[in-house]
């Protein structure tokens, strides 16, 4: 007897290359069996997922979720799980200074698994540009100490996946704190072998310097934004630097945001085959109530875009996986994966969407989740 079954459902998993009408269960939290419709061992419990689709627990790289401490930050439960995303990664809200709060009160509170990237600076996202007066986390240098960091990422391998740090002029100092900002992220990533994830909306330092700082693995969020130091040159067209850095191994983040998604230069860039790696939210307090919303709607922007559901699905499931470490436990429902899964509505019609530069198109297609599978156990259910 297996605890749970999830039967009828079109079942889609990019790490085994299934797209076809399959059964799965999960006992003692993990994936225990895909089989044909109705040759699933019995279960205790069972969901009947007939006309939806049943994929891994999506995964989302980039969210803000240190509630009542970030002014960015919103609970990660009601925000990141109950809309499908089992697994959720922290972009920088903690830095070394504030981390053990972090660490207690939201990744050992919550039922979505949580990891983190570090900001480089140890204040993290307690201060920032929305703040009056704004102070930017970069603004001083005196808190970024990357022994200081080096050690918290040492005592918390666990959790902390990488280094945060946002290059922005109005978070640094004008800008001239940026450089000697991302050299110490540097430092601190060589020192610990963990990638960088890099913000680079309205940074003076210009893309091509900030990539010549980036190694295969690490990661540049935001990729489609529409400010300074994008990665379209005056013409639409994407800069060489970005392709270079791809060829050796860069990875782009979607990060959608307040103010970072732009559909034009989304559409612009896949139009010269460069494709994100992995498609996240950066949800936050200021974009929770649009443009954001959720995961599914993000996914759903990307379909509009014209990307493929399996590839879109790709995006969130077994890249991000691939990129954090863990293909063979996460964002996968092969045998002896974690029993994760997210159930999926593919609605069609008409709805308007906003991007970040006020631009509103209308999508005829979007996912919504159903139910929420998380350690084999339902922990949400939307009708
Ligand atoms: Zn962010």
């Known amino acids: 007897m297996q605890d749970l079954l999830i039967k009828n459902g079109r079942l889609i998993d990019p790490a085994q290359n299934l797209d076809a009408p399959l059964d799965v269960s999960f006992a003692n939290g993990q ?6 419709p109705g040759k699933n061992a019995q279960a ?9 689709l049943v994929v891994p627990g999506l995964i989302d790289l980039h969210v803000h979720v240190f509630d009542a401490v970030s002014h960015y930050g919103i609970p990660p439960d009601p925000t990141c799980l109950e809309r499908g995303v089992t697994t959720a990664v922290d972009a920088g809200s903690a830095g070394a200074a504030v981390w053990p709060g972090f660490r207690k009160f939201i990744i050992e509170a919550s039922e ?27 603004d001083d240098l005196r808190h970024l100490n990357v022994s200081a960091a080096v050690q918290c990422i040492e005592e918390n391998r666990d959790k902390i996946l990488g280094i945060k740090i946002r290059l922005s002029d109005n978070l640094a100092a004008g800008g001239e704190n940026e450089m000697p900002a991302l050299l110490l992220a540097r430092e601190a990533a060589d020192a610990t072998g963990l990638p960088i994830m890099i913000h680079s909306p309205r940074s003076t330092l210009g893309l091509p310097a900030i990539l010549a700082e980036m190694r295969s693995g690490d990661i540049l969020t935001h990729c489609f934004h529409a400010h300074e ?4 040159d005056s013409n639409m067209k994407v800069i060489p630097e970005v392709r ?13 945001g307040k103010g970072s998604f732009s559909y034009d230069v989304a559409r612009k860039t896949m139009d010269q085959e460069i ?75 008409k709805r308007k969407l906003e991007d970040t530069v006020g631009k509103v198109e209308t999508i005829e297609q979007w996912l919504e989740p159903v139910y929420v599978v998380k350690g084999g156990r339902v922990v949400a259910q939307h009708n």
């Open 31 to 36: 994936v225990a069996a895909v089989t044909a």
């Open 44 to 52: 205790s419990e069972t969901i009947d997922a007939q006309d939806l």
């Open 112 to 138: 979505t698994r949580l990891y983190a990237m570090l900001n480089i600076s140890r204040i993290g996202l307690v201060t920032g540009a929305e703040l009056d007066p704004p102070v930017g986390e970069l």
């Open 229 to 232: 130091s994008g990665i379209l």
């Open 244 to 256: 270079a850095a791809i060829e050796r191994g860069v990875h782009l983040d979607v990060g959608h």
């Open 275 to 349: 494709t994100p790696d992995t498609i996240s939210t950066d949800l936050h307090r200021y974009n929770l109530a649009g443009p954001v919303f959720d995961m599914a709607t993000t996914i759903s922007k990307f379909l509009h875009l014209g990307m493929d559901l399996n590839d879109a699905l790709s995006r969130v499931t077994s890249i991000p996986a691939a990129t954090i470490k863990m293909k063979d436990e996460l964002g996968t429902l092969k045998v002896g994966a974690t029993a994760d899964a997210t159930i999926l509505r593919l609605c069609e019609g």
